[in-house]
Every structure is written in C-alpha cells, then in structure tokens.
T-cell receptor, first 115, second 118 residues
C-alpha cells in the first residue's frame, strides 16, 4: 500500500472552475513533487518542494499553483484549465536528505478531466 | 543532462517464464541511483527495484533482479517466474540529487509495456 495519499482519485472540472488536488504523506519525508502524466507517456516533473519551500518550477503555466502548507501536505490549485491539461497527476515524496538508499515514492494519482 | 533509453516498446512473456527488459542511460554524474518502476493499468507508480551507482553488487528483490553494468551504462531488469500480475508498463529511471535543494531529479525512459500471457 502506498504511503502517499492523493485526493480526489478522479476530478472532472470545467474550464472556468477552481479546484484543488491534495497530497499527504506520513513518512517524514521533506521533499515533495508534482508530476503530470499523459496517456502512454512517462511522468513529467512539474514542481519540487524541499523543506516546504518551492525549489523547482519546470516552467509550468500559472493556471497551476502549488502550495505546501506543512511538511506532510502538498496541494495543487487549478484554475482556468484547458482540455489539454487533462492527465494523471502524480504526487511523490522523498526523504529530502541526500543519504544513501533514497527513493522517490509515488501516490496513486489523481485523474483530471477538463471539459 | 541525463537521458534514459528503453529500446523495447512492448514485450510479452509466457506465465512462469523469464523475461529481461533493457535500459541504457547517459550521464556524466558520479552520484546517482537507478530504478525500475512498474505502472499497472490502475496507473499507480510502484517501485520495483533500486540500485545505487556506487554499489557493484546487482540488486535483487524476490523474483526481480538487475544487471547493472556501470561502464556500459546499462541497467536491465530480469523478471523470473513471470506472473499475470506482472502485466504492466515498466519504466527505467535515473535519479540524481539536486544540489543544495535536499531533493532529487528523476528522469524516466519511455517505458516498456509487458504482457504476461497465461
């Protein structure tokens, strides 16, 4: 069972809606990630938070707004999305210290459909 | 920049047989990790096996093992006694620390779709 929990599992939203995807981990990890995955493609990195600070934004459009309220939670706020933003959104986490044996663990994903 | 190449878009194997998935990568880094992730139709990304680049010994997890050839930059996955539940997309991935950030950059290959046939 994954220890990275994402809600909701499925989301359908209109182009004028505002919604949020939520991610929670209780492994004590200090780095959290958002990835976007289109069908039959590998995941693409969107954002990285390290110690609750945004460290990487892979030139993601401003209609996607990440937020890290604390070390266990990561949100992705969605506003004025386009149909081409429909995808699987994966949250992930890692220890956040550069120790041996580190690994990025993924949640089950949130399926987003923009209509 | 790192690249990860999986040259087999699709493969199939009979149940109980052994199959090997190929992966090559290109990097100038010395400190890195390699992974195989499995993504079944449910789309959850599941860790299969991990290899630290500084370790010469090949990683093994039950029926899954890797052949890590650092000089050749090759990292293949062998699945023994294949089971129906092994049917999934398999991604090879390269991970390196992001300097000063306390996080990691993960680069995926394009994936190999494995079908286990009863």
């Amino acid at each position: 069972d994954t220890e990275v929990t994402q809600t909701p599992k499925h989301l359908v939203m209109g182009m004028t809606n505002k919604k949020s995807l939520k991610c929670e981990q209780h492994m004590g990890h200090r780095a959290m990630y958002w990835y976007k995955q289109k069908a039959k493609k590998p995941p693409e990195l969107m954002f990285v938070y390290s110690y609750e600070k945004l460290s990487i934004n892979e030139s993601v459009p401003s209609r996607f707004s990440p937020e890290c309220p604390n070390s266990s939670l990561l949100n992705l706020h969605l506003h004025a999305l386009q149909p081409e933003d429909s995808a699987l959104y994966l949250c992930a986490s890692s220890q956040g210290s550069q120790s041996s044996g580190n690994t990025i663990y993924f949640g089950e994903g949130s399926w987003l459909t923009v209509v | 920049a790192q690249t990860v190449t999986q040259s087999q878009p699709e493969m199939s194997v009979q149940e109980a047989e052994t199959v090997t998935l190929s992966c090559t990568y290109d990097t100038s880094e010395n400190n890195y990790y390699l992974f195989w992730y499995k993504q079944p139709p449910s789309r959850q990304m599941i860790l299969v096996i991990r290899q630290e680049a500084y370790k010469q010994q090949n990683a093994t997890e039950n029926r899954f093992s890797v052949n890590f050839q650092k000089a050749a930059k090759s990292f293949s996955l062998k699945i023994s006694d294949s089971q129906l539940g092994d049917t999934a997309m398999y991604f090879c991935a390269f991970m390196k620390p992001i300097s000063g950030a306390g996080s990691y950059q993960l680069t995926f290959g394009k994936g190999t779709k494995l079908s286990v046939i009863p």
